[in-house]
Nanobody
Framework: QVQLVESGGGLVQAGGSLRLSCAASGSIFSIVTMGWYRQAPGKQRELVAAITSRSSTNYADSVKGRFTISRDNAKKMVYLQMNSLKPEDTAVYYC???????????WGQGTQVTVSS
């Protein structure tokens, strides 16, 4: 059974930094894309950043220049370095692994990020 576990969330003041990590347990292969999503209260879950197996990255406009996604294929981990945090970044952050050739998504349980003004 595969599980994704996020860590690194917490409370930080505006302008501060956090680094999120996501680790997979269990047998997991052929991860195509790793990503981070977030969901704020009363809002839909949105893509924050994603990175493909060839290390091509994609960011939401709201985090470009502040967040950096990276992955360690050997460890099957994905990271999100978040700098210059803003109160509007407050949300539950979820990691996501997309598999191939049989399409399937794995999700973590989420980690809370709270940015105080």
């Amino acid at each position: 059974q595969v599980q994704l576990v996020e860590s690194g969330g917490g409370l930080v003041q505006a302008g501060g930094s956090l680094r999120l990590s996501c680790a997979a347990s269990g047998s997991i292969f052929s991860i195509v894309t790793m990503g981070w999503y977030r969901q704020a209260p009363g809002k839909q879950r949105e893509l924050v950043a994603a990175i493909t197996s060839r290390s091509s990255t994609n960011y939401a406009d709201s985090v470009k220049g502040r967040f950096t996604i990276s992955r360690d294929n050997a460890k099957k981990m994905v990271y999100l370095q978040m700098n210059s945090l803003k109160p509007e970044d407050t949300a539950v952050y979820y990691c996501n692994y997309q598999m191939a050739p049989i399409p399937y998504d794995y999700w973590g349980q989420g980690t809370q990020v709270t940015v105080s003004s």
